[in-house]
C-alpha cells in the first residue's frame, strides 16, 4: 500500500507541475513579486513594510489559484475523463488513491512555493527605493536575473535536444536556482563584500526570522486550502471547485470576526467550526506592527491545521467512496 501511495503521489506531482496553467501562475506571481518594490514605492507611510504585505497577500492568492487548478487538473479531470478507472480497477483502494493525489499536490505546491518565496524574499532584502540616495541591490538583481535565464535556457535548451517538458523542467530548475541565488545574497552585501549568513537574520530586529514563520504559516493555509480543493473536487468540475475554494479562501479570513460579532447565533458557530480560520496563519498585520510572532501560537496553528487537512482528507475519501466513475 505504502507503494502505492508513493507512486500516485510521484506521478500526481509530475502532472501538476506539467500543467501549463501551473507555469503561467509562476510566472505571473513571480513578475507581481519584482514590481511589487515599484507599486509599494508610491505610499505614505512605511514603504517596505507596504511591500512585505502586499507580497504575502500574493503569495496566498497565487497558492489558493495553484491548489484549485491543480486539484481539478489530477482529480476531477480524470473522473471526467474516466481515466480514474485505469488506477482504480486495479488492487488500488479508493483512500490510497485519494491521499496520494494529495501527497502530489501538495509537493507540487511546495515546489512552487518556494520559488515564488525564495523571489520574495530578494526584493524584501533589496527593498524600496524610497529616496534618490538609496543604493540598488546589484547583487540582488544579478543572481535573481541569471536565476531565471538559467533556468529558461536549461529547460528550453532540454526541450529541444532530449523532449524534457518544458514546463516541469523550468519550475524544478527555477526553484532550485532561484534558492542558491537568495542564499548567495545572504552571504554577499549590497556593495559586493562578503559578509557573514546571520547577518541578514540579525539587521532590522531580526525581521527576517518572523517573516519566516509567517511564510510557514502561509504555507500551511496553502496546504488547508489544498484540502479543501481535494475534496471539493471529488465531487465537482474545476469552475465550481474554484469557486468553492475562493468562497472558503474569503470567509476563513473573517471567520474569526463573524464569530466575535455573532457568537450567539447557532449558525454563525457552525460556521466557524466548519469554515479553516484562516486569519491564524494570516500574519502580515502582526510584522508590519512591529510584533513578534510567538513559537507557541506557531506550534498551535500548525496543530490546528494538521487536524482540519485530516478532516478534509477523511470527507474526501467518504465522497470519493461513494462516487460513480465508471
Not at 95 to 123: E, H, N, R, S
Not at 257 to 279: C, E, K, M, R, T
Not at 304 to 317: E, N, P, T
Request: a negative charge.
Amino acid at each position: 500500500m505504502f507503494q502505492q501511495l508513493l507512486t500516485i503521489s510521484r506521478n500526481t506531482f509530475i502532472e501538476s507541475i506539467r500543467q501549463p496553467v501551473f507555469v503561467v501562475l509562476l510566472i505571473a506571481g513571480t513578475i507581481f513579486l519584482w514590481l511589487n518594490s515599484q507599486l509599494a514605492s508610491y505610499t505614505l507611510e512605511d514603504d517596505n513594510k507596504m511591500m512585505i504585505d502586499l507580497g504575502l497577500s500574493m503569495l496566498l492568492l497565487i497558492g489558493l489559484l495553484l491548489s484549485a487548478f491543480s486539484a481539478t487538473g489530477v482529480l476531477s479531470a480524470e473522473i471526467e475523463n474516466r481515466t480514474v478507472l485505469t488506477v482504480v480497477s486495479k488492487p488500488v483502494s479508493r483512500p490510497v488513491f485519494v491521499l496520494g493525489k494529495f501527497g502530489g499536490v501538495a509537493a507540487a505546491l511546495a515546489i512552487g512555493y518556494t520559488a515564488m518565496v525564495m523571489t520574495y524574499l530578494l526584493t524584501v532584502r533589496h527593498e524600496v527605493l524610497q529616496t534618490a540616495s538609496d543604493q540598488v541591490d546589484w547583487p540582488v538583481l544579478t543572481f535573481a536575473a541569471l536565476a531565471f535565464l538559467i533556468a529558461v535556457a536549461i529547460a528550453t535548451t532540454g526541450n529541444y535536444l532530449y523532449n524534457w517538458v518544458f514546463t516541469s523542467s523550468f519550475i524544478f530548475l527555477y526553484a532550485v536556482l532561484n534558492t542558491i541565488a537568495y542564499l548567495l545574497v545572504l552571504v554577499i552585501a549590497k556593495g559586493w563584500q562578503f559578509q557573514s549568513i546571520t547577518t541578514e537574520f540579525t539587521i532590522h530586529g531580526g525581521q527576517l526570522v518572523q517573516l519566516l514563520i509567517a511564510l510557514l504559516m502561509l504555507f500551511e493555509a496553502i496546504i488547508v486550502l489544498s484540502a479543501v480543493a481535494i475534496a471539493a473536487s471529488t465531487r465537482l468540475g474545476q469552475v465550481m471547485t474554484l469557486v468553492i475554494c475562493i468562497a472558503v479562501f474569503l470567509l476563513g479570513l473573517v471567520s474569526d470576526s463573524i464569530y466575535h460579532q455573532y457568537g450567539d447565533n447557532f449558525f454563525a458557530q457552525l460556521f466557524y467550526w466548519l469554515i479553516p480560520n484562516l486569519q491564524y496563519l494570516w500574519q502580515a498585520d502582526a510584522l508590519t506592527a512591529g510584533h513578534s510572532i510567538p513559537v507557541c501560537h506557531l506550534l498551535l496553528v500548525s496543530g490546528y491545521c494538521v487536524l482540519y487537512v485530516a478532516a478534509m482528507l477523511f470527507l474526501s475519501i467518504s465522497l470519493f467512496q461513494t462516487r460513480e466513475v465508471g
